[in-house]
Structures are given as C-alpha cells and as structure tokens.
C-alpha cells in the first residue's frame, strides 16, 4: 500500500506547478502525487503530463472547473495511500522536514500504529519579508508520540490547526463522508473541521513542513478578495455553525478546540464586514449574528458574548476603531494579507 497521497489542485498554476511538484517527488515510491488540473486555460495541463511522464510517482489527473473543494473530493476519491495530504499548487514543502515525516509514518505503518491525523508546523512564506512566522505547537501538543485529546493543552487565539499542518488517514476521511462544498473558497476551515471531531489518536512532529506563500494580490486571502467573496466566507461559516453540536461532544479538550475554531471563523467574518463597511456588509453581519442565534443557540451564547464577539458589534465612530482594530488581530491570527 501507498504510504502517503498528496493532491496538489491546480487552477492556472503553470508559474508554481514545476517548483511544488519538485518539492514532493523526493519522497519516493512511499508518496502518490495528484496533480489535479481544475479547468484551467493556460499550460497547466501539458505541464502536469510532462511531470507525470518524468516521475513514475506523479499522476495527472483533470477535470472541469469545480473550485478547490472539487479538486480535494477528487483527491480524496482517487487517493491510494494510507494517509491524505493536500497541498495547493502555489505553495511548497520544506526537503528535510518532509523525509522525517516520512520516515516517521514508515515507523508507525511497521509498528501497526496508524493514527487518525499526523501534525506538524507550517510556515507563512509571506512575499516581501525576509523573516517568516511559524505556526508552532510545541506548548499545546505532545511531541513524537502517539497520544488523544486528554493530552492537548489550551490553544491560544492565535494558534489553531489549518489543512497545511495536517495530514490525515484517508479511511478517516472516507468514512466521515467528507465532501467540501464545489465553487466555493475558504472550505480548507471544512476540511480541518470536519474530520477533527472524528480524530481519536494523533502525532506531532515539530518540523516546519509546509511552506504557506501569501502575499499576492489575485490570492483568495487577499483582503480585497475576501471582501469581494465574503458570501463564500459566510457560507463557509453557517457550515461549521451547522456541524458544531457541543452538547454532543463529551470530550472537553476536543469541544474546546472546536469552539475555539467556529469563535475565530465568526470572528474574522465580521471582521472583514466592518472592513466592508456598507449597509449592505453591516446588514450580512447582523443576519450571521442571527443565524448563530436561531440555529445554535449555545454558540451564540459563548461567542457574541466573548470579547471579540463584543467588540466587532459595537457601533459609531469608536466601535469603527475598535474593530479595525480587531481587524488587524484576525489578520496575524488568520494570515490573510
């Protein structure tokens, strides 16, 4: 069997395709590469089949325009490896952090100890800025050990699990029915949500793996973009609402986590409404707030009543200072630029 499946979706990614790819065929016959061409109209194809005819490991797969959410279902269909990785198309892994990963999950497959998620850091590679951010969790997570959610610490508001520090069993995500939503942006906050609450044992390994590129104007965490495309945002949003059940979840450390997650999503969805700043943005947050109130009422409590809840409600020329200021917060906690 495959040890580990990488889909990389690909929309217009003829000018990162060749580096990404290069980055993951040093793993071998042990990692199975899916390069995922989205729909795309310029050279992204021809150069995905000229990287699968040069690495045996690299498959070439395409489809019409789905989004990202489509091009990860793809992935997750198709994948052969006990574990499941996506890694867009734009971004990169670092050589040395990725061979002990490998190493680490060959150790596992031997020992006939797979775990449901596999953890390890990432890094903002943020264009224009010599020194890089590590998202880091030394402090919350056991190190180099198989362990469960009786063993997580606290997560600071700053410090949260995205798709770029995961990787998880593929049966896990199979047997969830994961399906992230098509033509849609931002459903990575899905695609870590979601198969979390099914998580049982995990691995942390402190290398910083994933190399997160942010910084260019066309990104989707573009400020600007996210505004332009804050329905998705919101729907996204509704979604994790939706799924969050807390009074079902009896483990304290997980429902922690996951109410952590769904605080931080609202609240970088209203941030980015008062960045908006129009009637019709102010209006979009006032029916999220009421969403969260008729459709998880124990939600709503903890997170409209919570600081951050508090402070990107409030109104006038003081409440507008505050929540950019709030704003500015959700950016480190976000990394969106």
Not at 175 to 195: A, M, S
Request: charged share 25%.
């Amino acid at each position: 069997m495959t040890l580990l499946t990488i889909a990389i979706p690909s929309y217009n990614a003829q000018d990162y395709l060749h580096y990404c790819v290069h980055s993951l065929v040093i793993g071998g016959d042990a990692v199975e590469i899916l390069v995922i061409n989205d729909g795309s109209s310029d050279q992204t194809q021809a150069i995905a089949e000229d990287l699968a005819a040069r690495y045996p490991n690299v498959r070439a797969i395409y489809q019409d325009n789905k989004g990202h959410g489509g091009a990860v279902n793809t992935g997750i269909r198709e994948a052969k490896g006990r574990y499941f990785k996506v890694v867009d198309s734009d971004d990169w892994v670092d050589s040395r952090a990725y061979l002990k990963i490998l190493e680490k999950l060959q150790v596992l497959e031997a020992e006939h100890t797979p775990v449901d998620a596999f953890i390890s850091n990432f890094v903002y590679e943020k264009e224009g800025q010599s020194r890089k951010k590590s998202m880091s969790y030394q402090d919350v997570l056991p190190e180099n050990r198989i362990f469960g959610w009786e063993d997580v610490g606290a997560f600071s508001k700053g410090q949260y699990m995205m798709m770029h520090s995961l990787i998880y069993r593929t049966d896990l995500l199979r047997e969830v029915g994961l399906v992230l939503p098509e033509h849609t942006f931002y459903v990575d906050n899905i695609f870590v949500f979601t198969p979390l609450q099914a998580v049982q044992t995990m691995y942390y390994l402190p290398v910083d793996f994933y190399r997160y590129f942010i910084g260019r104007n066309d990104q989707s965490v573009n400020e600007s973009v996210m505004i332009k495309r804050i329905d998705q945002q919101i729907k996204v949003n509704k979604i994790l609402v939706d799924q969050l059940e807390l009074d079902q979840l009896t483990n304290p450390d997980l429902r922690s986590y996951l109410l952590n997650h769904v605080e931080i999503t609202t609240i970088i969805s209203c941030a980015l409404l008062n960045r908006g700043g129009t009637v019709e943005h102010m209006m979009k947050k006032q029916e999220l707030w009421h969403y969260i109130r008729d459709n998880n009422p124990a939600l709503f409590k903890i997170v409209r009543k919570g600081l951050l809840g508090q402070l990107t409600n409030l109104y006038g020329y003081p409440g507008r200072k505050i929540s950019n200021a709030v704003y500015k917060i959700a950016k480190r906690i976000y990394g969106f630029n």
